[in-house]
């Protein structure tokens, strides 16, 4: 169970590291992406940011505060994603990115506290 919940932590940390460069960078599909769902290109700046705090927020061993805050910040903006795609009438293709990211999110989430049995080494 261990090397499934490492694995699919793994996944989704470099998937969103990937999204992450490729927001920080503003690179033309996500601004063309960001444009069409109605939203500023400044949001790719935000967004970029908050994928890299939440990898290491995932990662850090030393609270359990943040590390379910970084999974609830993820799990609202994956879904928000979602959505967004949704209510614009986009084809599934386009949902199903943030759709895998949103599972991956709330599998690593459950098996995270699953396998600590809901704590972690320190509470702050």
Do not use: N
């Not at 109605?38 to 908050?50: A, F, K, N, T, W």
């Not at 705090?53 to 850090?60: E, T």
Request: charged share 10%.
């Amino acid at each position: 169970m261990k090397i499934v919940f490492f694995v699919l932590k793994g996944i989704l940390s470099l998937g969103l590291l990937s999204t992450a460069f490729s927001k920080l960078t503003m690179q033309a599909s996500i601004l063309e992406s960001l444009a069409h769902l109605g939203y500023p290109d400044y949001l790719s700046y935000i967004l970029g940011v908050s994928y890299v705090l939440a990898v290491v927020g995932i990662w850090q061993p030393r609270s359990r505060t943040l590390k379910e805050w970084a999974y609830a910040g993820l799990f609202f903006a994956t879904l928000g994603a979602v959505a967004s795609h949704l209510f614009s009438g986009d084809p599934f293709s386009a949902m199903a990115p943030a759709m895998v990211f949103w599972l991956l999110t709330v599998a690593s989430c459950i098996l995270d506290k699953k396998l600590t049995s809901g704590s972690y080494s320190h509470r702050y």
